[in-house]
């Protein structure tokens, strides 16, 4: 099974950068997802990361230590539109089922 | 958009009765997921389908099935439906199994 943890909420400006963790624990780990959903719609893919290191994508990277079960979203020259819940995901290995964390709601302020 | 059709958009019912939540897939997709999203749980994963085979299995009670047809277009089917259903349920797709998944837009469920 799947042991998936990120904060609850983060707040920043607009501008800014923001970082959110994610630590996960797993029996058979194959792969990292990250996702934005904005509030009442379907989550959207923003990155993936199955080997230790960074992707970076625009204003968004990703980074991923296999062996201390841990992941982190940058976003870079925060908009307000970038308030959303960003969920981590990870893969299992068996059966390529997703487990997602309970999401980290950013709030971006003017 | 995701390319993925999910309908009905809102689905109102009562409880004990049974609904059907419909997904097209993006074409050429041959994977097909359900999830649900409540408020106090977060995005559950439900059931996985391949080609019209089911290949994996979430959190999903008796009461739910699901299956995809060959034409690729699954479907949820919820009964004896409790408040607790009350949800919002989305389909997914990819390409082959574990690729990126694609989103529909979600139909909302209200069991009254």
């Known amino acids: 099974g799947q042991n998936i943890d990120q904060p609850t909420e983060m707040t920043a400006t607009e501008g800014a950068i923001v970082q959110i963790n994610c630590t996960y624990q797993?029996?058979?780990?194959?792969?990292l997802f990250w996702y934005q959903q904005h509030a009442g719609e379907a989550p959207t893919f923003l990155s993936y990361?199955?080997?230790?290191g960074l992707e970076e994508k625009g204003r968004f990277s990703s980074f991923l230590s296999r062996s201390k079960g841990y992941s982190y979203l940058l976003l870079k020259e925060l908009q307000m539109k970038d308030s959303a819940s960003y969920l981590c995901a990870v893969r299992d290995l068996s059966d390529y089922k997703l487990s997602f964390g309970a999401g980290t709601t950013v709030t971006v302020r003017a | 958009d995701s390319g993925v059709t999910q309908t009905p958009k809102h689905l109102i019912t009562a409880t004990g009765q049974r609904v059907t939540l419909r997904c097209s897939p993006r074409s050429g997709d041959l994977s097909v997921y359900w999830y649900q999203q409540s408020l106090d749980q977060g995005l559950q994963f439900l059931i996985h389908?391949?080609?019209?085979?089911?290949?994996a299995k979430g959190n999903i009670l008796e009461r739910f099935s699901a299956q995809q047809f060959p034409d690729l277009h699954s479907e949820l089917n919820l009964s004896s439906l409790e408040l607790g259903d009350s949800a919002l349920y989305f389909c997914?797709?990819?390409?082959?199994?574990?690729?990126?998944?694609?989103f529909g837009p979600g139909t909302r469920l209200t069991v009254l």
């Open positions: 990361n199955v080997l230790d």
């Open positions: 797993t029996s058979g780990f194959n792969g």
């Open positions: 389908y391949y080609n019209g085979e089911e290949r």
């Open positions: 997914a797709s990819s390409v082959a199994i574990g690729d990126e998944q694609f």
